[in-house]
Each structure stands twice: as C-alpha cells, then as structure tokens.
C-alpha cells in the first residue's frame, strides 16, 4: 500500500454485508460468452469472468442478466438465472470469483422495449410512435403480466443466493422496462402506475420489495439508474433522487450511468467513446450522493478510464466507489500495478469502442485494440513462453509492429524491429492529434516507451530492402509495413494549394481560413471536425454516399460523431466527385453538374493503399511470414493490434 498513488482507491469499503477490498467495480457489459440460447455458463463465460477477478478489482458484476427469457431478454448470450438448473454453473463462477478475493453481482433485467429487437413481444408501459421496430410487437403490460414479472425477480434473486452471489443489482436504466415506468417519457399509462411521480414509482419499487423479501439484508442489492436520460421531456434527476430517498429502505448501492438505448445521441452517452467527454456522469453521482449521504453506497461509471480520475472522483467524495469496463479490458492488470505503484505500465484505453464492434450480433466480446487477448482467455494464458526461442525480423513500427514485437519479446524471442522513420508509432500520430484522442496519444506513449522497454533491437532510420532482409536472415518476419497515402491522378492534385491530411493532422502544413477536403472518411471527417473546432470553415466531399463511409461505428458512436461535425460547422458532401483542384478551390461533380468550391487550401484524404508489390517480394525470402495490420487489410488501430497478436500466438514454437 505504501507504494502506490491512490490512496482513496484502495481503501476498503463495507456494503451492506459485503466487503469491497477496493473502491474499483468492474462495471456490467454485454459479453455474450454464455450460451447462445440457453445462457447456460460455459467455459468461456467462466474464463472471463474469472479474468475480471483477476484484475483485482474489490467487484464484478455481470452484465444484462434477464429475469425472463420469454418477453425480458435483450441480448443472445446473456447469462440465465430463469431456471434453477442453472444454480449449479452459476456456483462455478462464485467459487472462481472468490478465489481472488473478489465479489460477484449479476446486472438483473427485464428489457422491456428491447426485446423487440429480438423480434418477440416486448412488454412495455405504453406503446410509443418512436420505438424502433413495428408497433406490432409491443404490449402494453397488465397488472397480471407485471406480477409476473415482480415473480421473477424474486426468484432470480433467490437462485443468485443460492449461488453464493455477494450482491445483485437491480437495473432501471436505459430504457428498459423498469426503467421506462420511472419515466414520463415512456410512461403515458392512466392507472395506478402512471401519472404522478409516485405512481409512476410503484412498479419498480414493488420489484425492489420482492427481491429485498428473498435478501432479507442478507447479500446487498444495488440499482441502477440514470442521471440523465437524454431525451427531451423526460424525467430530470431531482425526481429520480427523491424516488431513490424511497428505494433506499430496499437498497446498499447505486450506480449512476446516463443515457437511453438506441435513440442518437442518448445512446452515445450510454457507452461513452472518445467524443464523449471522461467522466460524463461525476456530477450526477455527487448529486446523489450529496442527497443520500450514507444511506447508499453511490458508485459511478462513465469514461472513467485512468485511475488518476478515479482517485480524484473518491478524494473530491462525489462517488464511494468508481465503475470501469473499457479501461479494465485495455490493461487486466491496470488495479494491479496501481497498487504496487507501477501505474506508468498501465496501457491506457483509447476508448476507441473496438471492444464493442460485434455489439448487437451473435458474436461474443473479443479483442480489445489495446489487449488482443480480451475474450479468448479460454484459448491464450495471459503469458505463453516460447518453446523455441527465434530471430524474429518485425519490419514497420506502427502499432501493429510495436504490438508484435513486444510480444514476441516478452515470449522470448530475438525480436529486431525496423522503422524508416525516426520514431515509432507509424499512423497513430496523426490518428492521435484530434483533440478528443487524448487517450490514443497516452497509448501511442506507452506503446513506443513499452517496446523499447520490453528487449527489442530498434532500428530507426531504416527503410528495409529485400537484400536486407536476406542478409539479416531471420527465422521469421512479420510485416507490418502498414499502407502509404492514396493520391489519384487528378489535375491539380500537385498544386501549391493542395496539403496532405497526414501533415495537417501532424501539424507540419499550414491551412488558411476556407478549406476543402477530398475524402470524408474517417481521417479526412475528424481532420474537417479538429478544424472546425478552431474556427476554419471546412468543407469535406466524398463520392461515397454516407452509409457506406462510417460502416465501422455503431449507434453509439455515429450519432455524436455527426453531432461534433455539425458543432465545428462543417458542410458534407455525399456522393460528390473531385474532378480537378485550380488555384480557386475544388472542382467538384454531382447528379451530372459540375460546379466549382472555393478555398484556401485543398487538403487530401482519399484514404490508403498498401504496396502489394513490395509485400509479395518479401513474403518470398522467409519461409515462416506474417502479414499484420494494414499491410495486410487497410483498417483500424485495433485490427493492426490483433492480426499481430494472432501472428505472435501462431508462430511455430
């Protein structure tokens, strides 16, 4: 304890009858590890869960747990306490849990408007014009149908006991059935459950009375709820503190969250990327907390992804305890090394929602950008030596040939890496100079420091050849050479007005005041958001029409993607083509028309394209050759990453 910073982090906490040995919880994500339609536990699901333990945090909580499977389930994949067969897989991950001195609670719900999704009927408190899928599938509930659902609650509550679980928590948040009867945005009904606050209480409250009638204090029951839902006309928090005041008889422990599924924006703030500011729901949780006192322990999740901001959370007494998911899944040993005052090792989360690509398929979590290993902890021990140590040649030092030299490193091989330029980190400088990327320039620092740190041989300055691959002679070589600038052959393209979006987003070419962008994907759209951010008036084309340029991000990312575009005031341009650059600006082509954009400077960002040539010369000189990261496909930071770690696992041993 001595050793580390955070002393406020790891002081212990008592909950009810529970211990916490720290004030960290791993908060509940959707992972899909059990089994796709029983949601008995498997292998994978225990591996996980076991691996969260292990990152010492004080508690863990699995994510979206349905009361019912029938009408309440809202993702393939989710754990199953529906049945009391499913006691005896639900002890295995307490026992395993509890081998590390940590608790284990289960996100308890019923999905209410979500389960439509699922394309069953979901039971709702009112049928709504903006729910997402045909009216046909939504029920308004019956008291019979809403006793039903208070029964399932209580016995889930039960077979969690049964199970040796240390909490459960009971989830009134986001939109889901008992969250939606909280709120006068979902709730229109005109009985005893609609209407005024208190009545609009009633049904979430008798849910908490039966579980509380299973506990008997015995194990504590945390809730979860929302600062801020995010849709306008909406409950605001003051009502919800006071509906609190009420649950608190039933209740040990809060945890404040924010936002609404699948409706823009709202969702945005539910699973906070890097465009949604750290810590968007501290202020929240200290307005519970300054209204409950003690009588609840309060904790807080959003975009808490450092331990410096946690530690500043508990000190300033706005929250008891700190929520974290994505920052837990980049480092499995962030809490770890915290506490043995080794916090500059912790690989920071770049919050780049990778982790959360398959969200919504039957796919389950797997391969963080930071920590390929991230779901496949049944397949990778967290350190595998290499039987056979061997000269290994890594040309390119971006972040997928930082990632598997390290590794193969740290398995004990000869590991020399090759870098033409005269630092490492290939494209993460640019991809990290958006001003909202503050956690991609943090892992671009860790990174870099982390492979000279872990043994390899660097050689910067160093353009490989294929004779130079046969003089070094190594047993095996991995490129990662990643992928050069695409510039079509189109007049003007070389002009003194025409900037690469490499060098602005490295800020080594000047703009002027009015700038067009050729190229609206990722990097030329958060090039046109930085600059219009600072004041430029920018103007991006593509000749791609809109859905097929963001394919990558989700609803949690798109909406407040375009939200940040249209703050910076920046005019989009779909299914437009460049036709040529003049001293004057753009001439661009739309629907047959031409007409001519005028600007300062052009700037382009027609994307990659990697040297097939080049690849296929050197792909013939080493039998045992991988090709990683965008080299391999032009794609994302957290492909780079994964391909390599796949490559380093795969190398013959």
């Avoid at 699901?45 to 508690?59: H, K, P, Y």
């Avoid at 986001?174 to 009904?189: C, E, V």
């Avoid at 959360?356 to 797997?366: K, M, Y």
Wanted: charged residues 25%.
């Amino acid at each position: 304890m001595a050793l580390n910073h955070f002393p406020h982090i790891y002081q212990p906490i008592q909950v009810g009858t529970m211990h916490m040995k720290n004030r960290i919880q791993y908060s509940p994500i959707v992972t899909n590890h059990a089994e796709f339609e029983s949601g008995r536990v498997t292998r994978q699901l225990l591996e996980f869960v076991s691996a969260q333990a292990q990152t010492g945090c004080g508690l863990v909580t699995i994510g979206s747990t349905p009361v019912d499977f029938e009408h309440g389930r809202d993702f393939y994949g989710c754990m199953s306490v529906t049945n009391d067969h499913d006691i005896s897989g639900l002890r295995l991950l307490t026992n395993e849990i509890h081998t590390y001195d940590c608790n284990l609670s289960a996100e308890l719900i019923h999905a209410g408007q979500w389960a439509a999704l699922n394309d069953i009927e979901a039971w709702v408190p009112s049928i709504m014009d903006v729910f997402p899928k045909d009216k046909s599938l939504y029920k308004e509930i019956t008291r019979k149908e809403m006793d039903v659902v208070v029964d399932h609650f209580m016995k889930a509550t039960e077979r969690c006991m049964k199970a040796g679980f240390d909490m459960v928590m009971c989830h009134i948040a986001h939109g889901n059935l008992l969250s939606a009867f909280l709120s006068t945005y979902w709730n229109h009904r005109n009985d005893a459950y609609g209407g005024s606050a208190k009545n609009r209480w009633k049904f979430p409250l008798e849910v908490m009375e039966a579980m509380y009638s299973v506990t008997k204090g015995r194990i504590p029951i945390e809730v979860r709820v929302v600062g801020d839902e995010r849709l306008e006309g909406a409950t605001d928090i003051r009502e919800r503190i006071e509906f609190l005041k009420e649950a608190s008889k039933y209740i040990d422990m809060l945890c404040v969250s924010t936002g609404t599924l699948f409706y823009g924006n709202a969702m945005c703030y539910n699973m906070p990327s890097y465009y949604v500011p750290n810590g968007c729901n501290i202020e929240h949780a200290a307005a519970f907390k300054e209204a409950l006192g003690d009588k609840v322990a309060v904790s807080v999740v959003g975009g808490i992804n450092s331990l410096e901001l946690a530690e500043k959370v508990l000190a300033e007494g706005k929250a008891d305890i700190v929520a974290m998911a994505k920052a837990l899944m980049a480092d499995d040993r962030m809490i770890v090394k915290g506490e043995r005052g080794q916090e500059k090792d912790i690989v920071p989360c770049m919050r780049c929602m990778y982790c959360l690509r398959n969200q919504g398929t039957d796919e389950s979590i797997h391969g963080c950008a930071a920590n390929p290993r991230l779901g496949f902890e049944y397949r990778f021990p967290r350190f595998m030596p290499a039987k056979k140590h061997k000269k290994v040649m890594v040309i390119g030092g971006g972040p997928g040939g930082m990632f598997a030299a390290s590794t193969l490193a740290e398995r004990g091989h000869e590991v020399h890496l090759f870098e033409k330029a005269n630092k490492l980190g290939g494209r993460l400088h640019e991809a990290s100079s958006l001003w909202l990327k503050e956690g991609f320039r943090r892992y671009l620092e860790r990174a870099a420091r982390g492979t000279f740190e872990s043994g390899v041989h660097v050689h910067l300055n160093t353009e490989i050849t294929a004779d130079m691959v046969r003089a070094e002679a190594p047993d095996t070589l991995i490129i990662a050479l990643g992928a050069d600038e695409f510039v079509p052959n189109i007049p003007g393209v070389d002009g003194p007005n025409v900037v690469s979006v490499v060098d602005v987003d490295r800020g080594t070419a000047k703009v002027g005041k009015k700038v067009v962008i050729c190229g609206a994907g990722l990097s030329g759209a958060e090039c046109a958001m930085g600059l219009g951010h600072e004041g430029v008036d920018c103007t991006i084309v593509d000749v791609l029409p809109e859905d097929q340029l963001y394919t990558n991000m989700k609803d949690f990312t798109l909406p407040i993607f375009k939200m940040h575009l249209d703050d910076g005031k920046v005019k989009r341009l779909y299914e437009t083509a460049v036709q040529e650059i003049t001293e004057k600006g753009v001439v661009v082509k739309k629907n047959g028309r031409k007409r001519t954009i005028e600007c300062d400077t052009v700037i382009t960002a027609f994307g990659l394209k990697k040297n097939d040539a080049l690849i296929a010369e050197l792909k013939e000189i080493v039998p045992e050759t991988y090709v990683i990261g965008d080299a391999r496909k032009v794609g994302l930071v957290g492909d780079a990453t994964n391909s390599a770690y796949y490559a380093c696992m795969s190398i013959d041993s």
